[in-house]
């Protein structure tokens, strides 16, 4: 279970308390998202095609994918609100110093350190909001949380992209920059002073790394949740080329990404309180038919912006994936909360890198969708190899305990 806090918070303080959270994901979310929507400018300003301007978005993510653990581990003994400031003020450096960097090699390198702080971010913030929170209510405020990510795609990124646009691409990280300074007054103003579990260590923490359902889960949003990265981390030459979709229209569809993605969060989140496995299952699903739709509806502008909605609502497996974590990684929270963010960006890593080479294979802008299924269903093996296992387990003990 999730680490409680020390005294129970008011509404208003509880609320005080997730803005605050919030906001520090809405810096992140915008953060993450925006270059998808700049790629041809970046590509153009740096001198190199738009599927290697992509290399961009996987730097970022392999950045949170190694940060994650590593900063988990490192700070496991950390009281929660320091930690949060200290990442928090990595990432608003990281981003202030991209939008200074010279080239393609110092970009990528920039990218890869501001996104070291990402995952180790969200999941102390999963922590410190599942703790604020009566039990039954854990997803949603997890999903609160994340209604910070998911609300930066709705209205952060549509901002960032039209800076970009307007004046640039480096000031949509120089925007970035100044939503992160804004988190950490507010951090440091209204998030409790919660400690770590007694006799937290980097030893106790590792020791998630031992339970293969801890496994089972980060492989489920690795995999499962690459598809959606795979088509949207090419959505705006996609939107332009196939749709024919005009520049100035792009906003307003990254816009309805973001509507989709809120939708998906608050939904997913309520639906993962009532039956947690279930919702992990439908919405691997879910993901699958929207992807598969996406290589017929991107061909007009109407269908396409309806499908970019449909994509947002894929994250609804996060608040879900999130829960499944805290309650499979047994004393080891930080790293195991810390982890599912690791694999959500190791899915954009990889959803980015296989839409890229799709695409640069000649197979077409719409063939991201394809390679999305493809990853969808490779996903709900994962899980049914989870489920699977997992009953296996419990026989065994069953088995085990008869005999005595």
Do not use: C
């Not at 994340?146 to 709705?154: D, E, P, R």
């Not at 981390?233 to 509507?259: C, D, N």
């Not at 810390?338 to 190791?346: C, E, R, T």
């Not at 493809?374 to 190899?385: E, H, K, S, Y």
């Amino acid at each position: 279970m999730a680490e409680a806090a020390t005294t129970a918070p008011s509404n208003a303080n509880f609320g005080r308390a997730m803005l605050a959270l919030g906001v520090g994901g809405f810096a992140i979310g915008t953060g993450e998202f925006v270059i998808m929507g700049l790629l041809p400018e970046v590509a153009a300003d740096i001198g190199v095609s738009i599927p290697q301007a992509g290399h961009v978005i996987s730097a970022y993510a392999l950045g949170v994918v190694i940060g994650a653990p590593v900063l988990a581990v490192m700070a496991a003994g950390w009281h929660r609100r320091a930690l949060l400031i200290a990442l928090m003020a990595v990432f608003a450096a990281g981003n202030f110093a991209s939008a200074l960097a010279p080239g393609y090699l110092s970009l990528n390198l920039l990218r890869f350190a501001t996104g070291l702080p990402h995952g180790t971010y969200f999941g102390v913030a999963a922590l410190v909001a599942a703790a604020l929170a009566p039990p039954d209510r854990r997803a949603r405020a997890v999903g609160l949380v994340m209604l910070g990510l998911t609300g930066a795609t709705l209205i952060g990124v549509p901002i960032a992209a039209w800076l970009g646009q307007v004046f640039g691409w480096r000031a949509a990280f120089v925007f970035v920059g100044v939503i992160a300074l804004i988190a950490i007054v507010l951090l440091n103003r209204d998030i409790p002073d919660i400690a770590p579990k007694a006799g937290a260590s980097p030893w106790r923490e590792l020791g998630a790394l031992k339970r293969k359902q801890v496994w089972f889960t980060l492989g489920i949003g690795a995999i499962g949740f690459g598809g959606m990265f795979s088509v949207f981390s090419y959505i705006k030459p996609t939107l332009i080329e196939v749709a024919g979709l005009p520049l100035a229209g792009v906003p307003f569809v990254l816009a309805l990404f973001g509507l989709g993605m809120v939708a998906g969060n608050l939904v997913g989140a309520r639906l993962a309180d009532k039956s947690l496995l279930r919702t992990i299952g439908g919405l691997l699903v879910w993901s699958a038919l929207v992807l598969a739709l996406f290589s017929f509806a991107a061909h007009h502008v109407v269908t396409a912006a309806i499908n970019v909605f449909l994509l947002g609502t894929i994250v609804a497996i996060a608040p879900a994936l999130q829960i499944r974590l805290m309650d499979v990684a047994g004393d080891a929270q930080t790293l195991a909360a810390a982890l599912n963010h690791s694999a959500f960006n190791m899915a954009n890593a990889l959803g980015a890198w296989l839409g890229g080479a799709a695409i640069s294979a000649g197979l077409g802008w719409t063939s991201t969708g394809w390679v999305g299924v493809l990853l969808a269903f490779a996903g709900m093996g994962v899980f049914a190899w989870s489920i699977t296992s997992a009953r296996a387990d419990t026989r065994m003990a069953l088995a085990r305990a008869m005999k005595r």
